[in-house]
């Protein structure tokens, strides 16, 4: 067996969000796969197994749990294997539904490209949001008036939370402990996008991860998606669409993910990965 190492949504190995990926993944068995990922320490890592020429079985672990879905590990999955076999497009099973995962060539470069299953955008309960305000240390003048605070599924529950300028977001200090167990009770397994638009299609964006035993995730594909599930529900794009997600500068690791928003049903989530050792 061998453990591999990616940085997904870069083209550099210091950048975007690493993930741990093993494509032989068949023997292990679930505490294996945990201990594997709390090791590494990334924000998740994901393990391959009954393996086809047309597709896969996937699971993804974060250091503290295993998770029902992750972008950034699925695009470094889908990097690793067109290294070894070539640019292919694969039907994986994953604890959420079936995804389509393609890979293909960009200016000499591999870049992997993942279909969500169908999203859905929903209203928050207002106790719930005014404790998850609390946690992230926000007050309602932080946020954007234009941008309702909402729950999207892509894959994950992600509480979207777009706030008022590019200082807001900046400053982010939250309760790790407190949002943990908001989370928890919640069910939301997954990160809270905290979001700022830059411009109609361009957003940037921080996103804790208690739940994961992680203080702040470079790079969420899956939040990504949710984000643009929201604001095709929203109306706030014309599909079919494509927006910019700027993510992980705050923490050192800079990534960009592209999400193509169609007029209805999945998202598409793509972006370059590469081997963080060599």
Known sequence: M????YAAFTDRPDGGNPAGVVLDADDLTATQMQAIAADLGYAESAFVSARSP???AIRYFAPEAEIPFCGHATIATGVALAEREGPATLV??????PLELSTGRVAD?????????????DA????????????LRLREEDLDGDLPLMLSFAGNIHPIVPVRDTATLTALDYDFDGLRELMAAEGWGATVAVVHRLSPRVFEARNPFPPGG???????????????AYLRARAEL???ATITVYQGAQVGRPSVITVDVPPSGGLT???GAVRIDG
């Open 109 to 121: 470069r591999l870049v992997a490209s993942l279909v969500t299953v169908e999203p859905w955008v």
């Open 92 to 97: 994986l099973a994953t604890p959420v539904g």
């Open 238 to 240: 014309a599909p079919p």
């Open 2 to 5: 061998e453990i591999l190492r």
């Open 54 to 56: 047309g597709g896969a």
């Open 124 to 135: 928050i309960d207002p106790a719930v949001r005014t404790q998850l305000l609390h946690h």
């Open 269 to 271: 989530v793509s972006g």
């Open 214 to 228: 992680v203080r702040e995730d470079p790079a969420t594909g899956s939040a990504a998606a949710s984000l643009g």
